[in-house]
Antibody, heavy 120, light 110 residues
């Protein structure tokens, strides 16, 4: 069964850091691009970041550039999102999503999400 | 800055057909934008319906279809059912590695 499971969410103070993880199973993780997507409470979906299958190409949304870093460990079938200098507007459910191919591609499989709350 | 547009809300009768659209404030949507569609009910994770214009995700019934209609991407639902009542989101590839979601359409079945 193809699935991705996020973890690492929690409550953090403004300016703090958090690392999210996404454990993948049921597919050849090293063959697919991966995304992070977030959803603030009561709001729509917002794409956050993408990493190519080999980790050599990474892209992220402007509001998180310089603060968030996407990475992956193909030996552990795990995707990461390192979030630094967190702000209130980063409060959201963060979803990990599998790409439909190795390169730039939309997403097909989603996790259940992990909640990040930035608050003092 | 180009924004991805969707109808804020739409309603359809049970058994009816509805077409939701996904456009751009500047320019036309094409297959090069890899338009994809997702639906989400409150408190649940999104589910993929269609990706790359017209490819149905695994397990999605053929009541759901994707296309390009004029200058927009479109999601057509035929034989609408009560449990199709959801929020529907499209996403477009804008180039330079960037993906942008539309604001979503709240579909009511009544």
């Amino acid at each position: 069964q193809v699935q991705v499971v996020e973890s690492g969410g929690g409550v953090v103070q403004p300016g703090g850091s958090l690392r999210l993880s996404c454990a993948a199973s049921g597919f050849i993780f090293s063959s697919y691009g991966m995304h992070w997507v977030r959803q603030a409470p009561g709001k729509g979906l917002e794409w956050v970041a993408f990493i190519r299958y080999d980790g050599n190409y990474k892209y992220c949304e402007d509001s998180v550039k310089g603060r968030f870093t996407i990475s992956r460990d193909n030996s552990k079938n795990t995707l990461y999102l390192q979030m630094n200098s967190l702000r209130g507007e980063d409060t959201a459910v963060y979803y990990c999503a599998k790409g439909t191919s190795s390169g730039l591609s939309p997403f097909d499989i989603w996790g259940q999400g992990t909640m990040v709350t930035v608050s003092s | 800055q180009t924004v991805v547009t969707q109808e804020p809300s739409f309603s359809v009768s049970p058994g009816g057909t509805v077409t939701l659209t996904c456009g751009l404030t500047s320019g036309s949507v094409s297959t090069s934008h890899y338009p994809s569609w997702y639906r989400q009910t409150p408190g649940q994770a999104p589910r993929t319906l269609i990706y790359t214009t017209n490819t149905r995700s695994s397990g999605v019934p053929d009541r759901f279809s994707g296309s390009i209609l004029g200058n927009k991407a479109a999601l057509t639902i035929t034989g609408a059912q009560a449990d199709d009542e959801s929020d529907y989101y499209c996403v477009l590839y804008m180039g330079s590695g960037i993906w942008v979601f539309g604001g979503g359409t709240k579909l009511t079945v009544l």
